[in-house]
């Protein structure tokens, strides 16, 4: 049985702007065991991002983390003090960014980024360090390394970029790993290059993943279980089966619904989720999703429903899901799904 590595406990982060408090991430919590793949998926906006950098404790002001826990091996990180948490972040959690072009220094050498990350946490000498940064870029798959190190980010193409970062972020053994739309903006050929590289590498050093994409298809690939967050919050969890076949909120319904299926050889009408997120300055008293849900009822609109447990990890935030749940409803539900 796997141990569990982090634990997040009602998450509660916020930006605080001159028009008021905005509530970008309220109330998450969710766990990653030793060894497994979770997916963050949701509109943009939905939170996944900022969920990400508060982990890492890099909510910078306006923003703050106002309450909650992260506990990572055991200890609440947001009572370590920066010195205890710059010793954790890059070196036992790591992050790879959304746009490897702005996340690398235009200024500076791949060798010397890569050099600097591996001499700061692993308290060794420029030489080891230098080895260590070759070994790496030769495991992300970089021809001729050695030549790579003394060249600067704009001489590599988007893939190249992509994997320095892969390398960087790996190059201290880190047991979390978080994934933040990693492969946004690559053309579709380079993106699966790096989704095998992803999982070559889980398997080669035995550590867990966050992968944060609004891409369902890199879910399925990648992941073993899944989050669906909208406004704010978790609207579902589950793994991936739970989340593909068997999925139990109307916004996740709305997803997959959105994704064009080519594997099934028909020619269908995408459905898009007509409206607009919710204003996080302003949330809604009740379901986030309830003003653009086709099965909204009153009490969607009155009370935030908790998420129930419906089936075996699997637990939905929706009042559909509740004994008193109107049948006439649920059938038109499962008449539309079928």
């Known amino acids: 049985m796997a141990e569990k590595l982090l634990e997040v406990k009602n998450l509660k982060t916020s930006f605080f702007t001159h028009v008021g408090e905005v509530k970008a991430v309220n109330d998450v919590s969710f766990d990653v065991y030793e060894g497994q793949t979770v997916g963050i998926v949701g509109e943009s906006g939905s939170g996944k991002s900022v969920t990400s950098m508060s982990i890492m404790r890099l909510i910078a002001p306006p923003g703050k983390i106002v309450d ?16 205890e948490m710059r010793d954790i972040r890059g070196n036992k959690i790591s992050m790879i960014f959304q746009d490897p072009m702005t996340s690398l220094n235009p200024v500076f050498t791949i060798g010397n980024q890569l050099i600097e990350a591996i001499k700061i946490h692993n308290k060794v000498s420029k030489a080891q360090a230098k ?8 495991l992300v798959g970089i021809p001729s390394p050695e030549r790579r190190l003394s060249q600067y980010p704009h001489e590599f193409s988007g893939g190249m970029r992509q994997r ?7 190059s201290c053994n880190p ?5 933040d739309e990693p492969t946004t903006a690559l053309d579709v050929t380079i993106q699966a290059q790096i989704l095998d590289l992803l999982k070559k590498l889980q398997q080669q050093l035995k550590m867990s993943i966050i992968l944060i994409t609004h891409d ?15 406004g704010g919050i978790i609207v579902e969890e589950g793994t991936v089966d739970d989340i593909f076949y068997n999925p139990k ?6 997803l997959l619904r959105s994704v064009p299926k080519m594997h099934l050889g028909l020619k269908k009408r995408l459905v898009p989720i007509e409206g607009q ?5 302003k949330p809604p008293k009740g379901c986030p999703f309830a003003p653009r849900c086709e099965y909204a009822m009153r009490v969607c609109l009155e009370a935030r429903p908790p998420l129930f447990e419906v089936g075996d990890g699997h637990r939905s935030r929706c009042w559909l899901n509740h004994q008193y749940a109107p049948q006439e409803l649920l059938e038109k539900v499962k008449a539309a799904n079928e």
């Not at 080895?131 to 030769?138: G, I, S």
């Not at 909120?249 to 709305?254: A, E, I, N, Q, R």
């Not at 997120?277 to 300055?281: K, Q």
């Open 277 to 281: 997120p919710p204003d996080l300055l």
């Open 249 to 254: 909120h109307p916004y996740t319904w709305g």
């Open 68 to 83: 909650g826990q992260i506990i990572f091996e055991g200890k609440d990180i947001l009572k370590l003090s920066e010195k």
């Open 131 to 138: 080895k260590r940064a070759v070994e790496m870029l030769k």
């Open 175 to 179: 047991k979390l790993l978080i994934a």
């Open 216 to 230: 369902l298809g890199v879910v399925a690939d990648i992941c073993q279980k899944v989050i669906v967050m909208y």
């Open 164 to 170: 320095v970062m892969i390398a960087m972020a790996l």
